[in-house]
């Protein structure tokens, strides 16, 4: 199967590290240029963009804060001013501030609302408006096509992380009822949901072997995932093969979805 990607634009919120960094390398892999967006680390964001152009790929590296509108608006400009157009959009960054219920503060639930519910919001209305704009024009079937990085947790409950599982939560409806709105414009908007994957986000899951042991009790496939499985799920979507899929959640969990605790005869 071709994904026939060369020569798109795409913009990946938060791709210094982890998900978002191999979703960024693996666009690039198929010929996309990309925008690599940092809030803080831009030494982290410029190792990325050496990756790709150390591969012949074509990359540039934007500083902005997703919760912002400002920073936002800045980082979609910068993207038409280097490279005249955008396709894609993928809403990827996040963060967590884990705590109890009762202990958490408003704080840690407005941070991880700001960035991982309201950033998603402003990166895909910015993105929505340059597709309306553009219509369908020479680069695939599409005006545009936007994914939204959710979680399984976008389904799953989450004690511990009451304001990360609301914010996913939240991040589903957001996609479907965009989804809706959009596709007479012909904008496909999906969201990807990873269960566990190695990355910064979930160290404490994974670091030490007793602790990923554990994780596994979770995951019916017996391993841990990739930043690479969700890349190459995400450039399908992208994809004019993904151009009849619209408004649909992509679980990439090996498993984590299947109810595991019940396949021993619950
Ligand atoms: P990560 O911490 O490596 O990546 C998150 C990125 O978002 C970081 O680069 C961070 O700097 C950036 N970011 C945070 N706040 C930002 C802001 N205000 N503006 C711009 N960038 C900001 O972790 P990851 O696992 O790669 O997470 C990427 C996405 O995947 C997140 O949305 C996360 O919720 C989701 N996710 C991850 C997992 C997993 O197992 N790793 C599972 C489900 C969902």
Redesign the pocket.
């Known amino acids: 199967m071709e994904l026939n990607l060369k020569g798109q634009v795409a913009i990946i ?2 791709s ?5 960094a191999a979703c960024a390398k693996g666009l690039a892999e198929e010929g996309v240029k990309v925008v690599i ?5 831009a030494e982290e964001a410029e190792a990325v963009q050496r990756h790709i152009k150390g591969n012949g790929g074509e990359a540039i590296v934007v500083q ?4 912002k509108e400002a920073d936002v608006e800045r980082l979609v400009q910068a993207c038409l001013d280097e490279y005249g157009h955008l396709d894609i959009m993928v809403a ?4 967590q501030q884990d705590a109890a219920f009762t202990e958490m503060s408003l704080e840690q639930w407005n941070t991880v609302m700001d ?2 519910l309201t ?1 998603q919001f402003l990166v895909c209305r910015a993105a929505a408006r340059i597709f309306r704009k553009q219509g369908v024009h020479s680069h695939g079937r599409a005006a545009g096509k936007i994914i939204c ?4 947790h976008d389904e799953i409950p989450w004690a511990g992380h009451v304001n990360y599982a609301t914010a996913k939560g939240g991040v589903k409806m957001l996609m479907e009822s965009m989804a809706q709105e959009l596709a007479p414009d012909k904008i496909r908007i999906n969201s990807v949901s ?4 190695k ?4 160290k404490d899951a994974w670091e030490n072997p007793e602790d990923l042991k554990q994780l596994l009790t979770l995951v019916p496939y017996g391993r841990i995932g990739e930043g690479t499985d969700v890349a190459n799920v995400v450039a399908f979507l992208c994809s004019d093969a993904a151009d009849y899929v619209t408004g649909a959640t992509l679980y990439v969990d090996g498993g984590m979805m299947l109810f595991p605790g019940f396949a021993d005869n619950g």
Not at 64 to 67: G, H, R, Y
Not at 194 to 197: D, E, F, K
């Open positions: 919120t938060g210094s590290t982890g998900i978002g967006n940092y809030r803080s680390s902005a804060d997703v919760s990827n960054a996040g963060l960035v991982n950033g990085m959710s979680s399984v990873p269960g566990a994957i990355t910064d986000i979930n």
